[in-house]
T-cell receptor, first 111, second 112 residues
Framework: QKEVEQDPGPLSVPEGAIVSLNCTYSNSAFQYFMWYRQYSRKGPELLMY????GNKEDGRFTAQVDKSSKYISLFIRDSQPSDSATYLC???????????FGAGTRLFVKA | DGGITQSPKYLFRKEGQNVTLSCEQNLNHDAMYWYRQDPGQGLRLIYY???????QKGDIAEGYSVSREKKESFPLTVTSAQKNPTAFYLC???????????FGEGSWLTVV
């Protein structure tokens, strides 16, 4: 079993839709949870960062962490064609020295 | 602007040749990393370094070598011993105070 599981998609939605991206994990020691957005042929850029459980909102993006279920989510409201990218979840226990990444979900937002 | 600079962006090499990818950061981060990304796969850790003059193997270190002579620099050499070197290589760094990793723009290596 992989430490982090992420549905690779692709996920295709119409413009304006609410998008839900998810990851599950097995290591209960993970405390830091991150979402990265990666455009084609570019390096990943940090979107959201959450410590422990709870929700965090930033504009159209909301990150949720449910440690009891070992499940994290990223919601994108009013999705735009510019949101079309691969979204990677990531998590680590301490110091970032061992960060585990999901395989990434490819998202397409159709105009 | 602070960030991580990788060069070259695109590199073509003949099979059997060693190639070195450059990574420089001006974020004053202590830890630096090299990842490899293949289509449809997640990021796989090649090497990481927490301090100058010290580095550790990641999950797929075979066929690669690194050095960390300066805090700002962490070059990666892809040697001829790497059996399948064609990939997208990402350099990253993190401060010891937080657990978020920041990435460079990546280097595409094609071996023919």
């Amino acid at each position: 079993q992989k430490e982090v599981e992420q549905d690779p998609g692709p996920l295709s939605v119409p413009e304006g839709a609410i998008v839900s991206l998810n990851c599950t994990y097995s290591n209960s020691a993970f405390q830091y949870f991150m979402w990265y957005r990666q455009y084609s042929r570019k390096g990943p850029e940090l979107l959201m960062y959450t410590y422990s459980s709870g929700n965090k909102e930033d504009g159209r993006f909301t990150a949720q962490v449910d440690k009891s279920s070992k499940y994290i989510s990223l919601f994108i409201r009013d999705s735009q064609p510019s949101d079309s990218a691969t979204y990677l979840c990531a998590m680590s226990d301490t110091g970032g020295f061992k960060t585990i990444f999901g395989a990434g979900t490819r998202l397409f937002v159709k105009a | 602007d602070g960030g991580i600079t990788q060069s070259p962006k695109y590199l073509f090499r003949k099979e059997g040749q060693n190639v070195t990818l450059s990574c420089e950061q001006n974020l004053n981060h202590d830890a630096m990393y090299w990842y490899r990304q293949d289509p449809g796969q997640g990021l796989r850790l090649i090497y990481y370094s927490q301090i100058v003059n010290d580095f550790q193997k990641g999950d797929i270190a075979e066929g690669y070598s690194v050095s960390r002579e300066k805090k700002e620099s962490f070059p990666l050499t892809v040697t001829s011993a790497q059996k399948n070197p064609t990939a997208f290589y990402l350099c990253a760094s993190t401060s010891t105070r937080v657990s978020t990793i920041y990435f460079g723009e990546g280097s595409w290596l094609t071996v023919v």
